[in-house]
C-alpha cells in the first residue's frame, strides 16, 4: 500500500493518554500550596513544554522570587503529587481510538514512535500496557532542549532511521507542532492544538489520522 509517511510519531501526554488532565492536578496542587494564580489559560502555555520551563512559566505569576534550590523543590514536589496520580493511570486512560488506530497504523506498514518532553514517560508507558509496542521512544530523559526545539523528534526519527520529510508528528501542544515543523516533519493537530496555524492536519479524533497518512 502507498504510504505518503514511513513513520508517524506521537506524543503521550494528551495524545495517546489522558495525563495532561494529571499534569495539570499537579501543578494546581503546588500553585495553590505556594498561593499562585493558576488557570486553565496558563496551562495551556505548559502543554509540552518540560518541567523546569513548566515551572518558571507557573512562576511569572509569583509575588517572592524563588533560589535555584527552591526552584528544584517546587518540581520535585510537582513531580511527587504527579506521579502519586500516575500510580492509577491504566489502560483505560488512552485517549478514545489510540488502540485501533495504532493497530491499524502498524498493519499498513508504518513505523510507530512517541516523541515526549516527559521524564516519565517509560512509567507511562508501563502502566498503560503500551512498554516495547513503539518501533521507538524518544522523551525527556533523552534530550537537552524541549519543545519547541525539535531535539526530542529528531532523536525519534534517528532511532527508527527514516529522515525527517517522512516522519508526521501528531500532537496536542502548539510548542510540539512548531517542532515537528522546525525539524523538517509533518505535523498532525489534534485537541487544545487543533487550531494552530503551522499544522498540515487538523484531527477531530485520532482515527482521522488514517486518512492522511
Ligand atoms: C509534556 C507535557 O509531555 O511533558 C508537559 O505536555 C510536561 O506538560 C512535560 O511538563 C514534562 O513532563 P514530566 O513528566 O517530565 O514532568
Ligand atoms: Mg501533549
Same mark, same amino acid.
Given at each position: 500500500?502507498?504510504?505518503?509517511?514511513?513513520?508517524?510519531?506521537?506524543?503521550?501526554?494528551?495524545?495517546?493518554?489522558?495525563?495532561?488532565?494529571?499534569? !495539570?492536578?499537579?501543578?494546581?496542587?503546588?500553585?495553590?500550596?505556594?498561593?499562585?494564580? !493558576?488557570?486553565?489559560?496558563?496551562?495551556?502555555?505548559?502543554?509540552?513544554?518540560?518541567?523546569?520551563?513548566?515551572?518558571?512559566?507557573?512562576? *511569572?505569576?509569583? #509575588?517572592?522570587?524563588?533560589?535555584?534550590?527552591?526552584?528544584?523543590?517546587? =518540581?520535585?514536589?510537582?513531580?511527587?503529587?504527579?506521579? %502519586?496520580?500516575?500510580?492509577?493511570?491504566? =489502560? %483505560?486512560?488512552?485517549?478514545?481510538?489510540?488502540?485501533?488506530?495504532?493497530?491499524?497504523?502498524?498493519?499498513?506498514?508504518?513505523?510507530?514512535?512517541?516523541?515526549? #518532553? #516527559?521524564?516519565?514517560?517509560?512509567?507511562?508507558?508501563?502502566?498503560?500496557?503500551?512498554?516495547?509496542? !513503539?518501533?521507538?521512544?524518544?522523551?525527556?530523559?533523552?534530550?537537552?532542549?524541549?519543545?519547541?526545539?525539535?531535539? /526530542?523528534?529528531?532523536?525519534?526519527?534517528?532511532?527508527?532511521?527514516?529522515?525527517?520529510?517522512?516522519?508526521? /508528528?501528531?500532537?496536542?501542544? *502548539? =510548542?510540539?507542532?512548531?517542532?515537528?515543523?522546525? %525539524?523538517?516533519? =509533518?505535523?498532525?493537530?489534534? %485537541? *487544545?492544538?487543533?487550531?494552530?496555524?503551522?499544522?498540515?492536519?487538523?484531527?477531530?479524533?485520532?482515527?482521522?489520522?488514517?486518512?492522511?497518512?
Amino acid at each position: 500500500m502507498d504510504r505518503r509517511y514511513e513513520a508517524i510519531i506521537f506524543d503521550l501526554d494528551g495524545v495517546i493518554v489522558s495525563t495532561d488532565r494529571y499534569h !495539570f492536578l499537579a501543578w494546581s496542587q503546588l500553585a495553590w500550596q505556594e498561593r499562585i494564580e !493558576f488557570n486553565e489559560e496558563i496551562n495551556h502555555r505548559l502543554r509540552g513544554v518540560s518541567r523546569m520551563e513548566s515551572l518558571e512559566i507557573i512562576l *511569572e505569576k509569583a #509575588s517572592k522570587r524563588y533560589t535555584p534550590v527552591e526552584k528544584l523543590e517546587l =518540581a520535585e514536589r510537582k513531580n511527587e503529587v504527579y506521579r %502519586g496520580l500516575l500510580g492509577d493511570l491504566t =489502560a %483505560g486512560d488512552m485517549l478514545p481510538g489510540v488502540v485501533d488506530t495504532l493497530s491499524a497504523l502498524r498493519e499498513r506498514g508504518h513505523k510507530i514512535a512517541i516523541g515526549s #518532553s #516527559s521524564k516519565n514517560t517509560p512509567v507511562i508507558l508501563e502502566r498503560i500496557g503500551l512498554s516495547g509496542y !513503539f518501533d521507538a521512544v524518544a522523551d525527556g530523559n533523552g534530550i537537552k532542549h524541549s519543545k519547541p526545539d525539535p531535539e /526530542v523528534f529528531l532523536l525519534a526519527a534517528g532511532r527508527l532511521g527514516i529522515p525527517p520529510e517522512q516522519c508526521l /508528528v501528531v500532537e496536542d501542544a *502548539e =510548542a510540539g507542532v512548531v517542532a515537528a515543523k522546525r %525539524g523538517g516533519m =509533518a505535523a498532525a493537530a489534534i %485537541g *487544545e492544538a487543533r487550531n494552530c496555524k503551522e499544522a498540515d492536519y487538523s484531527l477531530g479524533s485520532i482515527a482521522d489520522l488514517l486518512l492522511y497518512v
